[in-house]
């Protein structure tokens, strides 16, 4: 049995040698190939025509599972991971794959489990979480049913539903992946983190990213200030520090947290910004093009990237009134 790695896990695991910007701090296995699903941004949907070890828009090379389970015992593996994540495309062979996985890394490695994208019912969620995986994700991707229609298979209700369900049975193991950029609007993307936080199911932001062969291969990536305030929303509604409902909107971008800006940037500095999801997943250039700013950082922001990020929050909510 054969299993891929991201190209950054495989470095760390020793198995490919590469240069890379920021190593990962979670080990990203993706299990099965080509997903029944057709969602219209990932390389893996069943009708898109990009390369089968793409995922976002890294690559995924594959690796025999003796060799994969050797990388995982690596001194280098040992110090910099702290967390493992299946990334399972949506069909049955590949979740029932995965629990192998599962086993299999649990025989080696104590460290904390994800599982993301895989399980279709309570049952399933039942069953990964027994197996000793820590967090189940299931990704909504999009922040409404309509965008969801637009870009994905399925039911938005009916994967909201079953997260919903899943965090009462199980508090503190379910999350989902969203994906800013898919044509919601921020107020669209604020009321649905509140309403994901309240039920207690943890978020990771992604930026959507065109991939060449996907249906969206042509649409441009979210604007930087946009995806920032919708950074710093989550991570006030995440912490603690703001509520949707404080918040003021002028069609559907964020013109007023409830709270000062400088407020936030004292108390949070570059949190926001940090990738968001399990602790210790950093995703590092997921999204992201060498070179350019990041939608996510990977690790501790400088100084000057702090402020360069706040400075975008600042630039576009000057719309505020009294604040
Ligand atoms: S937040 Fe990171 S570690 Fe958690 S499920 Fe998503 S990709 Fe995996």
Known sequence: MKIRCSIGT????????????????????????????????CAQARESSSRADLLSRISWPEFERESFLQ????????????????????DKAALEDTKEWVKAVKSK??????VSAGPRTLEEVTELL??????????????????????????????????????????????????????????????LLQALYDKGISVALF?????????????????????RRVQVAHDGIQTGLVRADHFRFRDGQIIDFGISIDMLQQRRSGEPFQTSGCTGCNRPYYNETPGEELYNYPKSLTPEEVEAAWAHVRATTDMREGV
């Open 130 to 191: 027994e197996l000793g995986v820590e967090h189940v994700s299931i990704a909504l991707d999009a922040a409404t049913p309509e965008i969801y229609a637009q870009s994905k298979d399925g039911s938005w209700l009916d994967r909201f539903e079953l997260l919903s369900e899943a965090a009462k049975r199980f508090p503190g193991h379910m999350a989902t992946h969203l994906i800013v950029g898919l044509g919601e609007s921020e107020e669209d993307m604020v009321r």
């Open 109 to 114: 490695t104590q460290l904390p489990i994800c």
């Open 10 to 41: 495989a470095k760390v695991l020793g198995l490919k040698r590469v240069k890379v910007d920021a190593l990962p701090t979670t080990a990203y296995l993706m299990v099965g190939e080509r997903c029944h699903f057709n969602c219209s941004f």
């Open 71 to 90: 990388g995982l015992v690596q001194p280098n593996a040992k110090t910099t991971l702290q967390r493992i994540c299946f990334q399972v495309v949506q």
């Open 207 to 227: 930026a959507f990213t065109p991939i060449k062969g996907t249906r969206m291969e042509g649409v441009k990536q979210p604007e930087m200030a946009h995806y």
